[in-house]
């Protein structure tokens, strides 16, 4: 192999899941976490947004409908990742997820991010994160990028949207 790298400006474009019903995932991506309804592609698809671009997440019943979430232990997608701009837009949508009683897998801390994780309603993983500024990135001795999973200052976070 040759020594070609990605150009270091490419960025992934959007995520496009399989579901098993297309208004319960709307209900979740568009109703609890905010995305906006950009398109839908009869009753089989739909395609939604942050900021009204054409579409971040496509959710769609070609192969799915009325299935089964896929088993835990195969191959295959592990979560989508939605890094929110600030901090503080993290707390809101923890505080918004809280209200609803809607039941997170998870929160670390790690170095680079902090983040949450909980499952749409096919047992899609789902990330929401946001990014700490570059210059505050955990390194080693050597100067290397350094992440690691800690526990979340939750207190801290929520304390942010009050």
């Known amino acids: 192999m040759d020594n070609y790298q990605i150009p270091a400006k490419t960025r992934i474009g959007h995520v496009h899941l399989k579901v098993s019903d297309l208004q319960r995932s709307l209900d979740f991506y568009c109703g609890l976490l905010g995305f906006e309804l950009m398109q839908t592609y009869g009753d089989q698809a739909a395609f939604i947004s942050a900021g009204g671009y054409h579409h971040h997440i496509g959710l769609n019943t070609w192969y799915s409908k009325g299935g089964n979430p896929a088993p835990v232990n195969t191959a295959g997608l592990f979560h989508t990742a939605i ?18 009683g809607y039941p997170l897998t998870g929160a670390s801390d790690h170095g680079v991010s902090e983040a949450i994780y909980l499952d749409d309603p096919d047992k899609n993983g789902v990330e929401l994160y946001w990014d700490r500024p570059r210059d505050q990135w955990p390194l080693d001795k050597n100067g290397q990028l350094e992440m690691y999973t800690n526990r979340l200052d939750m207190e801290g976070l929520l304390a942010l949207a009050k």
Request: aromatic content about 12%; cysteine-free.
């Open 83 to 100: 890094v929110y701009p600030e901090r503080k837009d993290l707390a809101a949508i923890v505080i918004r997820l809280f209200d609803a």
